[in-house]
């Protein structure tokens, strides 16, 4: 629900949206390295994967896992590579129908960071894997950088 009102060249807002508390993982790691992860809206599967593998190419990077998001053409991907901020960020920018907005919230703040527990019905799920032979040296298992996060519910 949004209000506006203009008044003598001002414009006043108000508004209310429902929103719900989430759990996400960040990309920072412990040596202060971080791992890449992407987010996806509105784009094709077959776009995000055809993407993501022309960048795992380019850069020689590990496995990347993409995820669904539960809405649909939303996606979820990482590739777990220890990187220096700088290439992540990079990297990241370079993909180019990553999320606008996630990849500048990821530069304001130093880190990227994705959602991990459900919004209403909407779980995170396994859709595809794009194998590499280049290792990972990253467990994600033992990721130590954790958020939580109001998200909007639509």
Not at 47 to 70: C, D, H, R, W
Not at 88 to 96: D, K, M, N, S
Not at 107 to 127: C, D, H, M, N, Q
Request: positive net charge; contains cysteine; proline residues 6%.
């Amino acid at each position: 629900m949004r209000f506006k009102i203009e008044f003598k060249g001002f414009s006043f807002y108000a508004g209310a949206n429902r929103f719900q508390m989430v759990d996400g993982y960040n990309s920072n790691l412990p040596d202060g390295s971080h791992f890449l992860m992407w987010d996806f809206d509105d784009v094709e599967l077959a776009t995000v994967e055809g993407e993501l593998k022309k960048v795992q190419q380019a850069f020689n990077l590990p496995t990347i896992y993409i995820m669904s998001s539960g809405k649909p053409n939303c996606w979820h991907a990482n590739c777990f590579k220890a990187t220096p901020w700088e290439v992540v960020r990079a990297i990241i920018g370079l993909t180019p129908s990553v999320d606008k907005k996630y990849l500048s919230i990821g530069i304001l703040r130093g880190f990227f960071t994705l959602r991990y527990s459900p919004v209403g019905k909407r779980e995170i799920e396994i859709a595809g894997i794009l194998e590499s032979r280049v290792p990972e040296d990253v467990n994600p298992l033992n990721l130590t950088s954790f958020s939580t996060y109001p998200k909007k519910v639509r």
